[in-house]
């Protein structure tokens, strides 16, 4: 059967602020479609739900997890990576009177000032991530250039492709929950956006020959 993998074992090089205090983050948890054969392997050992060592190798894999998931995910690849430069990409290349300017104003206002307050107050130094977690400085700064250098841009559907969750007929792996709700929610903003482009651009070859909108 099918056998499915969160793999953040490059959390496990990120330095401490205090070696001695901490235990580094990472693992790699495994196990089936049917949740069964469950395994995280951290620091080089593989563990299991019978081992002495499970319950504080499982709390270091689900903190890293949270980590991971604000850090990477949420932080850089969604505010800086996302939203900042559609909404700094829709203020430059596009007029304001624009059907597609309509459209992702709504969805980027305020979105260059959310992100310059929390370089001070979540990225940097003096931000929560560094001061709410573990790590060095050197080691965020790893993580952050982690998180943009592993970052594509690709549609949901595709992502969910690539790591295995949609089969080659387009059927999702029943009982993963954000792969079912992920792809509903994709195609109902799909339909929401075709539908609005299409008050505007009869065809492809109409935005084709919007030069704007091949800038932006």
Same mark, same amino acid.
């Given at each position: 059967g099918q056998r499915f993998v969160a793999d953040l074992s490059h959390w496990e090089t990120l330095e401490l602020s205090d070696p001695g205090k901490y235990e580094r983050y990472g693992g790699r948890l495994e196990f089936d479609a049917d949740l069964s054969n469950v395994s995280i392997t951290w620091q080089g050992r593989r563990t299991t739900p019978d081992d002495p060592e499970w319950a504080k190798v499982r709390y270091v894999f @689900?903190?890293? *997890?949270?980590?991971?998931? *604000?850090?990477?995910? !949420?932080? @850089?690849? *969604?505010?800086?990576?996302?939203?900042?430069?559609?909404?700094?990409?829709t203020r430059k290349c596009l007029p304001d009177d624009h059907p597609v300017y309509r459209l992702l104003r709504p969805f980027t206002l305020r979105t260059v000032m959310i992100?310059? !307050?929390? *370089?001070?107050? @979540?990225?940097?130094?003096?931000?929560?991530l560094y001061h709410g977690s573990a790590l060095?400085?050197?080691?965020?700064?790893?993580?952050?250039?982690?998180a943009a250098e592993s970052y594509r841009h690709e549609p949901e559907p595709a992502r969910l492709r690539r790591v295995g969750l949609i089969d080659d007929d387009g059927n999702v792996a029943a009982g993963i929950a954000f792969a079912e709700e992920g792809v509903r929610v994709y195609q109902l903003i799909e339909d929401f956006v075709r539908d609005y482009l299409g008050l505007y651009y009869t065809d492809d070859r109409a935005i084709e020959a919007d030069a704007a909108l091949a800038g932006f």
């Open positions: @689900i903190s890293t *997890v949270l980590l991971a998931v *604000v850090v990477e995910q !949420h932080t @850089i690849q *969604v505010h800086y990576l996302n939203a900042a430069l559609f909404g700094l990409c992100n310059e !307050h929390a *370089v001070h107050t @979540i990225v940097m130094q003096s931000g929560l060095s400085w050197s080691g965020l700064e790893r993580a952050y250039r982690h």
